[in-house]
């Protein structure tokens, strides 16, 4: 499968990734359910690494229960739980079992999330980690040794976020993950569409990567006031806040939000990365609402 590595080479094409949840536990019913709402609808569909520091099955093994559905997965991979031998192991092993599309993070902190007393790992951050995927599909390990057994294939990206506190931190920052190698690029939630518009022509422009704006389906103002709280980096202003407190039926209100937003991301980059936690089913009705027809 490379719909979504084709699409991301295509000039003019408006590319559409979502996010699915790994389950807890190790029934994946409920995943590839939602997982197959999304078929002939994106280009790839992103499978988390323990996002939050919230336990959930290996991505690794979510992603190849994907492609056996005939779905093709982006894997997200985080430096957080595992040394760079371990990373380097499952990046050969995504290899092997037909995933090509990753996605490089640094991952979240454990406080945030509910096993607060583990070990962090971070032998590598994102940018580093786009490194060491550089050098493997170069043939050669993160200590510069051969891979004996036949170079990978891996399509990189990496995060970012157009609505980082420190302008001159987040274009330092996404220039190196350029330098590094990443070959497209997914945002954190966008609320602020002024300030993606900012980022696109100041410090995107030129960089002929494709930029896919974060898109989430908020369900309540109560949905929202929580992510605010505990999602790192968000701020979901107010006036969409009352917006959804003041809507008789909440969740459409909010379907309706996430496809202007689609609409909005339309005008100003690449792409869009839709996030509807366990609600997966209703993205194609934002992509409806937004004017987005299925995939051909």
């Not at 988390?48 to 992603?63: E, I, N």
């Not at 036949?150 to 330098?179: H, M, N, Y």
């Amino acid at each position: 499968m490379n719909r979504f590595r084709t699409a991301c080479k295509t000039p003019g094409e408006f590319i559409i990734t979502a996010e699915v949840t790994p389950p807890k536990g190790g029934d994946p019913t409920h995943m590839i359910k939602m997982a197959q709402t999304l078929k002939d609808r994106v280009h790839a569909v992103n499978i988390t690494d323990g996002s939050r520091a919230v336990l959930r099955m290996c991505p690794l093994a979510a992603s190849v229960i994907l492609l056996q559905h005939e779905i093709e997965p982006i894997c997200q991979v985080a430096c957080r739980d595992r040394n760079q031998i371990g990373i380097q192991a499952d990046l050969m092993g995504a290899h092997a079992l037909g995933i090509r599309n990753i996605l490089a993070l640094t991952g979240d902190p454990v406080k945030a999330g509910d096993h607060p007393k583990a070990k962090s790992v971070f032998d590598l951050e994102a940018v580093r980690l786009l490194q060491l995927i550089q050098k493997m599909n170069g043939g050669n390990d993160w200590n510069d040794k051969p891979l004996t057994d036949g170079i990978t294939d891996l399509f990189v990206g990496a995060a970012v976020d157009p609505q980082s506190s420190s302008w001159s931190g987040l274009q330092s920052r996404f220039e190196k993950k350029i330098a590094a190698g990443s070959q497209f690029f997914q945002s954190q939630l966008i609320s602020d569409f002024d300030i993606l518009d900012k980022f696109m022509n100041q410090i995107a422009a030129g960089c002929n990567k494709p930029i896919l704006a974060g898109i989430f389906l908020l369900k309540s103002a109560k949905n929202a006031e929580f992510i605010n709280k505990y999602v790192p980096g968000v701020n979901i202003p107010q006036h969409i806040i009352d917006r959804l407190a003041n809507a008789s039926e909440p969740l459409e209100e909010g379907i309706k939000i996430a496809a202007e937003q689609v609409q909005l991301a339309r005008q100003l980059c690449q792409g869009v990365h839709v996030m509807a936690v366990k609600r997966e089913d209703l993205i194609p009705k934002i992509l409806d609402k937004a004017g987005i027809p299925p995939l051909t």
